[in-house]
């Protein structure tokens, strides 16, 4: 039976990987992104919130002994030995430029910014490389179809790493796709909550000025303290 490895242990263990096609050796226990830090590189671009939500830190590697091209979120992939990797600073897909208020949500609307929707192939290779597992290849057949309703709710998830667009045969920058779609289903095909609304409409009347200005005076122990000592409000119950 193998013996459990301690955090000591996990950190000290080195495995080598190729960055720009120099060797390293880092610890087992980095993602991607730290290893590239550990390394020495400093990333300038490329990286945002570190979590896996922003989607800023796509990647593209290849691992030893496989032919296959890999792609995935740099702070969220943890390094392998043998691992040959790049960054990618960003995704350079064209993005449309549109006033939604002056469109519709319709598949005429998605052609008019994007027509090289309608080259799509259906090889779902977008969907395959996709970080959140998004079915991309249905949405942008949604999307195609005018069901605007559907694009914008299989693409909820999108972090708009762009990853989809660099595999895409027929050159569809998807992610700018689904954001069309979302942003046309919020505008026309939903109801805008009432709560929503009377908070606009409190903050354009300057109602939380006064507090705003009370916490930016607020030290950097005391807005800890404030963020420990707040309290939550049940908006329904107010």
């Not at 519709?104 to 779902?124: D, G, H, M, W």
């Not at 999108?158 to 919020?186: F, K, N, S």
């Given at each position: 039976?193998?013996?459990?490895?301690?955090?000591?242990?996990?950190?000290?263990?080195?495995?080598?990987?190729?960055?720009?096609?120099?060797?390293?050796?880092?610890?087992?226990?980095?993602?991607?992104?730290?290893?590239?830090?550990?390394?020495?590189?400093?990333?300038?671009?490329?990286?945002?919130?570190?979590?896996?939500?922003?989607?800023?830190?796509?990647t593209?590697?290849?691992?030893?002994?496989?032919?296959?091209?890999?792609?995935?979120?740099?702070?969220?992939?943890?390094?392998?030995?043998g691992?040959?990797?790049?960054?990618?600073?960003?995704?350079?897909?064209?993005?449309?430029?549109?006033?939604?208020?002056?469109?519709?949500?319709?598949?005429s609307?998605?052609?008019?910014?994007?027509?090289?929707?309608?080259?799509?192939?259906?090889?779902?290779?977008?969907?395959?490389?996709?970080p959140?597992?998004?079915?991309?290849?249905?949405?942008?057949?949604?999307?195609?179809?005018?069901?605007i309703?559907?694009a914008?709710?299989?693409?909820?998830?999108?972090?708009?790493?762009?990853?989809?667009?660099?595999?895409?045969?027929?050159?569809?920058?998807?992610?700018?796709?689904?954001?069309?779609?979302?942003?046309?289903?919020g505008?026309?095909?939903?109801?805008?909550?009432?709560?929503?609304?009377?908070?606009?409409e409190?903050?354009?009347?300057?109602?939380?000025?006064?507090?705003?200005?009370?916490?930016?005076?607020?030290?950097?122990?005391?807005?800890?303290?404030?963020?420990?000592?707040?309290?939550?409000?049940?908006?329904?119950?107010?």
């Amino acid at each position: 039976m193998s013996k459990t490895k301690t955090k000591q242990e996990n950190e000290t263990l080195k495995v080598k990987i190729y960055i720009m096609g120099s060797a390293h050796e880092v610890p087992e226990s980095l993602t991607i992104m730290k290893a590239m830090e550990y390394a020495g590189f400093k990333i300038k671009r490329g990286a945002g919130c570190r979590a896996g939500f922003c989607g800023a830190c796509g990647t593209v590697y290849r691992k030893a002994g496989d032919y296959r091209l890999y792609a995935a979120l740099a702070c969220q992939t943890q390094v392998e030995d043998g691992m040959v990797l790049t960054q990618l600073p960003f995704i350079p897909a064209p993005k449309g430029i549109y006033d939604v208020d002056s469109l519709q949500p319709t598949a005429s609307s998605i052609l008019k910014f994007y027509p090289e929707v309608a080259r799509c192939l259906s090889c779902n290779a977008c969907s395959k490389v996709c970080p959140q597992d998004i079915q991309v290849m249905d949405f942008v057949q949604y999307s195609l179809q005018g069901q605007i309703d559907k694009a914008a709710e299989v693409s909820f998830d999108c972090v708009q790493c762009g990853l989809c667009a660099i595999r895409c045969p027929a050159e569809i920058p998807q992610y700018h796709v689904g954001m069309l779609a979302r942003r046309l289903h919020g505008k026309y095909n939903t109801n805008t909550p009432e709560t929503l609304l009377e908070r606009v409409e409190e903050i354009e009347n300057g109602t939380f000025e006064e507090s705003f200005e009370e916490l930016m005076s607020l030290s950097k122990d005391g807005l800890k303290k404030r963020y420990t000592e707040r309290d939550f409000v049940d908006q329904k119950k107010a």
